[in-house]
């Protein structure tokens, strides 16, 4: 019985434990978010379910622009399956490297904060899912690969499971 217990809380530990923004403080190169998100930039990406399958892909078309410490960001989605959305993100810098975000789908503030070559970025999003919209929680995790490109992991979450994985690549330059 002993062990069982303790299989159970080794299991409880393991699972709460995920990777540390600290830990990417001496990753170089550094990202600021005012020098990478500034002019036009295009996305491609995909959507997994939770079973890893991907079930859409897309292609997004930013326009990005900072006036002081707000910044804007239009961007307008194409799905492979011919459908479009778009989302303008204001961003706002509320400390030192520190940025609180809004946009017309997201549930109050989203936060964030960028240290060294990351930027992870939480919200809750309203996600239509036929006639209904549904809350879900998204970890963005954001890294800096060089001055051009940035890679983004978003985790999206309900009640604590995993209800799929959005991977983009995004870059300052058309190839």
Same mark, same amino acid.
């Given at each position: 019985m002993k062990l069982l217990i303790q299989s159970i809380v080794l299991l409880i530990f393991v699972s709460c434990s995920g990777q540390q923004l600290s830990s990417y403080k001496d990753e170089t190169p550094k990202l600021n978010l005012k020098e990478f998100f500034?002019?036009?930039?295009?996305?491609? =990406?995909? +959507?997994?379910?939770?079973?890893?399958?991907?079930?859409?892909?897309?292609?997004?078309?930013?326009?990005?622009?900072?006036? =002081?410490? +707000?910044a804007k960001l239009d961007e307008k989605f194409v799905f492979s399956d011919g459908s479009t959305d778009e989302r303008i993100w204001t961003l706002k810098e509320v400390g030192t490297n520190e940025y609180v975000g809004e946009a017309h789908d997201v549930v109050g503030e989203a936060e964030g904060k960028v240290v060294g070559n990351a930027f992870k970025f939480n919200y809750v999003l309203n996600v239509p899912v036929g006639e209904s919209t549904y809350k879900i929680k998204v970890d963005d995790w954001m890294y800096l690969l060089d001055n051009n490109t940035l890679l983004a992991r978003s985790y999206m979450s309900k009640f604590g499971f995993d209800v799929g994985e959005i991977t983009i690549v995004m870059m300052k330059e058309m190839p």
């Open positions: 500034s002019g036009k930039l295009y996305a491609l =990406g995909i +959507v997994q379910s939770r079973s890893g399958q991907v079930t859409q892909r897309f292609r997004v078309d930013i326009d990005a622009s900072w006036e =002081g410490d +707000v």
